[in-house]
Structures are given as structure tokens and as C-alpha cells.
């Protein structure tokens, strides 16, 4: 019986050892189970933080290359048009200050009380000739303004040497040669300093003359626009017209002559309503208000400041406008006191032909 109660109590302590060793496991089982889940979720949340980041980072990186794609295309697309511009002879808008207005008067010799004008455009329209001509001075003389060949590198200065006629007029470089490129040429060149400013044009009225003028009503500088060669233009048109009307083989011998008697009429008709027509369109489409353009001859301008008193068959267009015109304008800037006299009072003594 001692024997049988003993191997009883062995058991039941095995017994509850082993329920104990269970429990314990069981414990530590769960305690690693937990541990292991808490492993995880931190491992998950990590992995989701360093997904999120990665997100970020991609649509940073995303949002960056489009805002560097953006400015990249505003850069090209601000290039393009700087290029354009510059293709096209078109000026940036600048302003000189006091100090660049001050020395530029200085060093291009400006004298109290004179009328200062500066001569500009393209180079080859006749700048050079419409100064002589405006001076009363035969192109090719020794006192006359160098033209052609001897085209002008820098700005030329000239004083009116009439009496009572105050002008200093300034030949300026034409535009689109190397001395004086189409990009910035109001600036580049000074235009801001004159009393007024000339656009000289021959055959086409360019997107420079256009930047000239806008810089000119921008700072209120009074500008004039002159188309010259008037003359040989019309003259041209009258061949063409001429070339027609012998080529027509309809028309009799007496049908060409009459058609060849209102030749010269029509063609300074058509020269005059398609070059005003013109300019008005260029006008319009830059929003510049609109100016008038004065169709002239150097010649016939020579003629009328020497006081030529044959003007009969000299066709005038627009000279007598133009000359009393700038003379206006001298009068009304002017602070001298005193009267000035008209500058072209033989028109009333002439019937030129129109």
C-alpha cells in the first residue's frame, strides 16, 4: 500500500509538473506570439511610412520635373521670342535714365535753343539724301552729307547753316548693318535724346520702324514718318501701268494713247493710296495710333528750300507738308522769343503739278 501511494503522489507531482511546464510554454508561446505580432505591425507600419515616403518622393520628383518642364518651356518659349524679335529687328522696351539722357546731350553736342532731329531707318532708304535735301544742299557737293558708299558708321551731326533756321539734324546709322544691328536699335542708337524723330523708309515699312515709332510714343518723342523716292516709286508703277496697256491687244492705237495720257495720274494715285493704306495696317496692328506719312522726293524738297522758283512741273506730294510741318514743330517747342518767319512762302507764288 506504501508502495502504491507513493508511485500515486510521483504521478500526481509529474502530473502537475508537467500541467506547470504546459502552462509555461504556453506563456512563452503566447508572449512570442505577441511579440512577433507587434513585430509585424511594426514592420508593416514601417514598410508603410517608407511606402508613403516613396510616394512623396515620386510625386515630389514628379511635380519637380513638371515645374522644371514648365520653366523649361517658358525659357525656350521666351528664347523663341527674344529670337523672333531679334530676327525681326524688334526692341525690347527700355528707358534711359536722367544721367544717359544728360551725356548723350553732351557728347552729341546739344546747344540751347536748337532743334535737334535724328534721321533714322533702314540703311539704303535715303537718310543721308533727305538730310541734304532739308538743308537746301545738293547731294555730292563738297558741303553736302556723304551718302552711297560712304554710308553712315556713326552719328553724323550737321548744322543747318541758313540763317534763322536752328535745326541740327543727326544722321543715324541705318539699321541691319553691323555698326548699328536691328536688336535695340532705338536704344543702342540714342533716338531717346532728339526733339524729334525721323523714320526714313523706301521700299518696305519694317517691323524696326515699327519698334521706333512705339519707342517714340512711349517716351512722347514727336516722330515723322517719310517714305522717300517718291518719285522713281511712281515712276516705276507708271512703266508697269505702261507695259499693260501695250500689251493688251484689244485696245486700238488711239485707245493706247488715251490710256497713256492719264497714266501719270493714275499712277501717283495708286502709288499714294497703297503706301498710306499700308502704313495705316501696320499702325493699327501694333495699337499705335494713327500718324501721318509724308511721301516725298529729295529732289523736289531741294528744289523748294533753295527757293526754286520753276516748280510748275514738279510733282509734289507731301514736301511742303513735311518742311512746314517740322517747322511747326520747331516753333512749338521752341522757348525763344521773337518771330519766326515762314519757311516756305513761295508755294503761294507756284502751281505745281498734282
Wanted: with cysteine.
Amino acid at each position: 500500500m506504501k508502495e502504491d501511494s507513493e508511485r500515486a503522489l510521483e504521478k500526481s507531482r509529474n502530473a502537475q509538473y508537467d500541467a506547470q511546464k504546459q502552462a509555461e510554454d504556453h506563456r512563452k508561446a503566447k508572449e512570442q506570439a505577441e511579440a512577433d505580432k507587434r513585430g509585424a505591425e511594426r514592420y508593416s507600419q514601417k514598410q508603410e511610412a517608407q511606402a508613403k515616403k516613396d510616394r512623396e518622393a515620386v510625386l515630389a520628383a514628379t511635380s519637380a520635373k513638371e515645374d522644371a518642364e514648365r520653366n523649361a518651356r517658358k525659357a525656350l518659349e521666351a528664347f523663341d521670342e527674344a529670337q523672333r524679335k531679334w530676327k525681326q529687328g524688334v526692341q525690347p522696351a527700355t528707358s534711359p535714365s536722367e544721367s544717359q539722357v544728360d551725356a548723350l546731350r553732351k557728347s552729341r553736342q546739344f546747344r540751347e535753343g536748337a532743334f535737334h532731329v535724328g534721321v533714322a531707318g533702314l540703311t539704303g532708304t535715303g537718310k543721308s539724301s533727305l538730310i541734304n535735301a532739308l538743308m537746301g544742299v545738293v547731294t555730292g557737293t563738297p558741303e553736302a552729307v556723304p551718302t552711297g558708299n560712304q554710308h553712315t558708321k556713326s552719328v553724323g551731326r550737321y548744322i543747318d547753316a541758313r540763317r534763322n533756321y536752328p535745326h541740327i539734324w543727326y544722321d543715324v546709322p541705318g539699321a541691319g548693318t553691323l555698326t548699328a544691328p536691328s536688336w535695340n536699335y532705338f536704344h543702342d542708337q540714342g533716338l531717346f535724346v532728339f526733339d524729334a524723330v525721323m523714320v526714313v523708309w523706301d521700299n518696305r515699312f519694317t517691323d524696326v520702324d515699327i519698334a521706333v515709332l512705339e519707342n517714340c510714343v512711349r517716351l512722347r518723342i514727336p516722330a515723322f514718318i517719310i517714305r522717300t523716292k517718291s518719285d522713281v516709286h511712281i515712276s516705276n508703277i507708271e512703266e508697269r501701268m505702261k507695259d499693260v496697256v501695250e500689251a493688251d491687244p484689244t485696245l486700238t492705237n488711239k485707245d493706247r494713247k488715251s490710256r497713256f495720257t492719264v497714266i501719270p495720274f493714275s499712277a501717283r494715285a495708286e502709288y499714294i493710296s497703297e503706301t498710306r493704306q499700308g502704313v495705316e495696317l501696320s499702325l493699327h496692328n501694333a495699337n499705335l495710333p494713327p500718324m501721318k506719312v509724308y511721301l516725298v522726293s529729295n529732289k523736289t524738297i531741294t528744289k523748294i528750300v533753295q527757293g526754286d522758283k520753276n516748280m510748275r512741273n514738279v510733282r509734289v506730294i507731301d514736301e511742303f507738308d513735311l518742311l512746314n510741318d517740322i517747322w511747326a514743330l520747331r516753333r512749338a517747342t521752341s522757348n525763344r522769343g521773337g518771330s519766326i518767319p515762314r519757311m516756305h512762302n513761295i508755294r503761294a507764288n507756284t502751281t505745281p503739278v498734282i
